[in-house]
């Protein structure tokens, strides 16, 4: 009896040691994943348009292929981050339409204010190339995170709004709304009217 409790000492000393090992183990957090960024390269948006600009190269433009698109109407494809900057240009007849669409802007940017944990606004002013307008900011659980149109105050309006085909959850496209927003400011800063 002895030669065996002999035989397991060894082995029940050794499960003494491994339980007094001070690892924590506590449950880990939910996580998201890590996400690759693209380096930042643009190309020139040269279409048959009113307008030009300059997009970065990972995202793809698409014509507006919707029931109600008109032939100036594009999608900024964000395929890795599954999101769109939808883009619209109208042009503008007179002052009252040019208000209309300024104002619908403004109710299509508000619009998030159930969700929006914040919506920021900034003057887009380029005199030099006639381009001005209101960027929209909106932080939170909205289904939109940047909106902004660009005008000449004449006869051209151009409209964008980021979207992602995800269920919104800010915290975690928070990151890549970061870094899409950068591209909309280039996108914005090389905005030139051809007329």
């Not at 969700?115 to 380029?126: P, S």
């Not at 919104?168 to 905005?191: G, W």
Request: glycine content about 4%; proline content about 5%.
């Amino acid at each position: 009896m002895k030669l065996k409790n002999l035989f397991f000492a060894p082995f029940i000393l050794l499960l003494i040691l491994a339980a007094c090992n001070n690892n924590d183990y506590s449950p880990k957090p939910k996580a998201y994943y890590r996400i690759e960024f693209p380096k930042k390269q643009y190309t020139s948006f040269n279409r048959p348009v009113p307008f030009s600009f300059e997009y970065p190269t990972y995202a793809t433009i698409e014509q507006d292929k919707s029931r109600d698109a008109h032939k100036d109407w594009y999608n900024l494809h964000f395929k890795q981050f599954n999101g769109f900057l939808h883009l619209t240009y109208y042009d503008v007849s007179g002052k009252g339409e040019y208000d209309e669409m300024v104002e619908d802007a403004r109710k299509l940017a508000f619009k998030h204010t159930i969700k929006a944990t914040a919506i920021d606004q900034k003057m887009i002013n380029y005199p030099d190339r006639r381009v001005y307008g209101i960027y929209y900011a909106i932080e939170g659980n909205t289904a939109s995170s940047v909106q902004f149109f660009l005008t000449d105050s004449a006869q051209h309006y151009f409209r964008g709004a980021l979207y992602f085909n995800e269920r919104p959850q800010y915290d975690s496209i928070e990151p890549v709304v970061k870094f899409i927003k950068k591209d909309i400011d280039k996108m914005i800063s090389t905005f030139k009217w051809k007329q």
